[in-house]
């Protein structure tokens, strides 16, 4: 399984930007499937996740602020980030849990004025 990411960029703070994790199989019956950041220095986190019956989780420091939803029939799934901040700024990696993990390259989000 391919995960292909894209859609990071520069922002500035209180912008949006939305990511896309587009898989090469399809995602109806996945598990789960979700975005995680590194930032420089920091240990990786978990943003967001959704599971195959549309459940989502979100990390404390993105509620109210991103959204993860997901279109079965493009196979893909989005991080619509808003009112980005500065600490947001990372590497996001969209992963795909069909029992086996799959991992997409990451892409550099950077918030800054």
């Known amino acids: 399984v391919q995960l292909q990411a894209s859609g990071g960029g520069l922002v500035q703070p209180g912008g949006s930007l939305r990511l896309d994790c587009v898989a090469s199989?399809?995602?109806?019956?996945?598990?789960?499937m979700g975005w995680y950041r590194q930032a420089p220095g920091k240990q990786r986190e978990l943003v967001a996740a959704?599971?195959?019956?549309?459940?989502?989780d979100y990390a404390d420091s993105v509620k109210g602020r991103f959204t993860i939803s997901r279109d079965n029939a493009k196979n893909t799934v989005y991080l619509q980030m808003n009112s980005l901040k500065p600490e947001d700024t990372a590497v996001y990696s969209c992963?795909?849990?069909?029992?086996?993990?799959?991992w997409g390259q990451g892409t550099q989000v950077t918030v800054s004025s």
């Open positions: 992963y795909a849990n069909y029992g086996l993990l799959y």
């Open positions: 199989r399809s995602i109806f019956s996945i598990n789960n």
């Open positions: 959704i599971t195959s019956g549309g459940n989502t």
